[in-house]
Every structure is written in structure tokens, then in C-alpha cells.
């Protein structure tokens, strides 16, 4: 499974990346929303998690323009509540995360 990664904070997203390629999948990993919107222009995924506190445009923000624009599955990842602003078809993935729900996580997303 193609998996986009968008998390502003390099040292996560490299962990990101890693532990999801550990779990058999292929992640690809951009530190903006403006750099994930660029990414989705030249390639195709199958599931993008996205932190919500990103610099610029918001992960919120990021995930309703994607969901908007394709079909692809939207999880939005955050250390805080859930907010009442996430879309009810945008997944929600609370920090911090284990691998084991994060494989959860992964697993739902490929099943669909």
C-alpha cells in the first residue's frame, strides 16, 4: 500500500516512514500541506495521514481539500481530542501511537 506521510516535525516523520515501511508498506513522507497537495498532483495513494498542527495549511484544511478533490482515505493525526471539526470520513489517529495501532491503523486502510 502507498502511504503519504505529512508531519512538520522531521524526526517523527522520519520514524513515520520507517516504522511503516517495517510494516510492509511504502511510505512517502513531505513536511507541509503545500507539499503534500504538490505530491498528490504526480502520484497516487492509497491512504494519507496527516498531523494537524502544520505550518501554513492546516492538516484539517489539508484533509478536506483532499477528500474533496479524490477518493483517497484521510486519517488525521493529533495529540489532543478529537476535534469536532474533523470530517465524520476523515480517520482519527491520537498521539502518541504504538506500533501496534499504528498496524491496526494500516490494516483497516488496506482491507478497504
Same mark, same amino acid.
Given at each position: %500500500?502507498?502511504?503519504?506521510?505529512?508531519? /512538520?516535525?522531521?524526526?517523527?516523520?522520519? $520514524? #513515520?516512514?520507517?516504522?511503516? *515501511?517495517?510494516?510492509?508498506?511504502?511510505?512517502?513522507?513531505?513536511?507541509?500541506?503545500?507539499?503534500?497537495?504538490? %505530491?498528490?498532483?504526480?502520484?497516487?495513494? /492509497?491512504?494519507?495521514?496527516?498531523?494537524? $498542527? #502544520?505550518?501554513?495549511?492546516? *492538516?484539517?484544511?489539508?484533509?478536506?481539500?483532499?477528500?474533496?478533490?479524490?477518493?483517497?482515505?484521510?486519517?488525521?493525526?493529533?495529540?489532543?481530542?478529537?476535534? /469536532?471539526?474533523?470530517?465524520?470520513?476523515? $480517520?482519527?489517529?491520537?498521539?502518541?501511537?504504538?506500533?501496534?495501532?499504528?498496524?491496526?491503523?494500516?490494516?483497516?486502510?488496506?482491507?478497504?
Amino acid at each position: %500500500m502507498q502511504v503519504l506521510l505529512v508531519e /512538520d516535525n522531521v524526526d517523527a516523520l522520519e $520514524g #513515520l516512514v520507517e516504522m511503516t *515501511g517495517f510494516l510492509g508498506h511504502e511510505a512517502h513522507g513531505c513536511t507541509s500541506a503545500e507539499n503534500a497537495l504538490a %505530491m498528490l498532483q504526480t502520484r497516487s495513494f /492509497d491512504l494519507m495521514i496527516t498531523d494537524i $498542527g #502544520l505550518p501554513g495549511i492546516s *492538516g484539517l484544511e489539508l484533509a478536506r481539500r483532499v477528500r474533496e478533490l479524490q477518493s483517497l482515505e484521510v486519517t488525521v493525526a493529533s495529540g489532543y481530542a478529537r476535534d /469536532d471539526d474533523v470530517p465524520p470520513d476523515v $480517520g482519527w489517529l491520537m498521539k502518541p501511537f504504538g506500533i501496534d495501532e499504528y498496524a491496526a491503523l494500516l490494516d483497516q486502510a488496506a482491507a478497504s
